[in-house]
């Protein structure tokens, strides 16, 4: 179609293409991300401009106070209250089975979202993955030896900070700092890089095998035990959810209790120091860190 401009990202195996209905100013967790045009893509998202509100016959199935999610024939809907324009006219994101979504945006104020395009927050990224048969967790990764590990735990537990640690004294690299995409291989548990990457803004396209996740606590020693069934709880409260819908629910619950089958949990006690790093990876590894 005239005038239409597309790009294609590439991030944990998963390929992503946009077509839009003109170019424009495209943020960092695209651009840093991108690849080359595809005939391929595992979802692909076009932006339709609107001059009337979507017109919705059945109440929301969950509504949160900024968004509502709708039920539809053709998919699921999500509408942004927040973006809702005078006359009624939506930003919404509709996801289909068949990997083909459309983003809403009024087309009256489409020069103002074209200065700077925030998509991330549109991609409905919770839903979309458990399509792809994958999922978030909120930690901080890195990759060494060509595997990942995680750091899980509470705001303020020292994710970020562990990561930095393994990335000066282990020369591991964080490909994330705020949320694992995780991806479930033929019952191989991958973990990679995304374009959710919160505040740390570290966009990598790499993914590699888990080798293992740490839950973390602050402590005057450093000291480290493996998880047994307590490991489901510590997780499941770190995974982006969707508590409203059951197959969402179903889907997410099943792949995480199948990835603790294969990939260990220690719980990490420890000081933002190498002798925590040092004890982290001999856990992990068997072996001592060598530089």
């Known amino acids: ?21 003109t170019s ?19 979802a692909e998202y076009t932006v339709t401009l609107i001059n009337e509100p979507l017109q919705l016959s ?24 927040p973006l809702t324009e005078k006359n009624g006219c939506q930003v919404a994101c509709l996801l289909r089975q068949n ?4 983003l809403y945006y ?8 074209r200065q700077y395009w925030h998509c991330n927050h549109l991609l409905w ?12 967790l909120h930690s901080s990764v890195v990759l060494v030896n060509n595997k990942v590990v995680l750091f899980c735990g509470q705001s303020g537990a020292g994710k970020s900070t562990q990561a930095k640690l393994w990335q000066t004294y282990a020369k591991a690299e964080i490909i994330n700092g705020d949320r694992c995409l995780i991806t479930n291989k033929d019952g191989v548990f991958l973990g990679g890089g995304s374009i959710w990457s919160g505040t740390s803004e570290i966009y990598s396209p ?14 005057a020693e450093n000291s480290v035990r493996r998880l047994g069934i307590q490991a489901f709880s510590e997780l499941y409260s770190q995974i ?35 002798e925590a790093v040092e004890l982290a990876y001999k856990t992990l590894f068997s072996k001592e860190i060598t530089i």
């Not at 424009?24 to 595992?42: F, H, K, Q, R, V």
């Not at 059945?58 to 209250?81: E, H, K, M």
């Not at 979309?128 to 978030?136: K, P």
């Open 125 to 136: 990224g919770e839903m979309l993955l458990m399509q792809l048969d994958a999922f978030l």
């Open 58 to 81: 059945a109440p929301p199935v969950y509504t949160d106070g900024n968004s509502q999610i709708y039920r539809l024939t053709q998919g699921r809907l999500r509408v942004y209250s």
């Open 206 to 219: 790499k993914q590699a095998p888990i080798a293992g996740i740490f839950t973390l606590k602050k402590s």
């Open 99 to 102: 990997g083909k979504h459309t």
């Open 1 to 21: 179609m005239s005038g239409e401009y597309s790009c294609c990202i590439f991030f944990s195996g998963i390929t992503i293409r946009f077509i839009l209905p």
């Open 24 to 42: 424009l100013n495209l943020p960092e967790c695209i651009t840093e991300l991108m690849c080359s045009p595809c005939d391929y893509a595992d």
């Open 106 to 113: 009024p087309a009256s104020r489409w020069d103002h979202y």
């Open 240 to 274: 982006t959810l969707n508590t409203w819908d059951e197959e969402f629910m179903t889907k997410v619950t099943g792949n995480l209790q199948d990835m603790l089958c294969s990939v260990p949990v220690w719980e990490l006690s420890c000081r933002a120091d190498k």
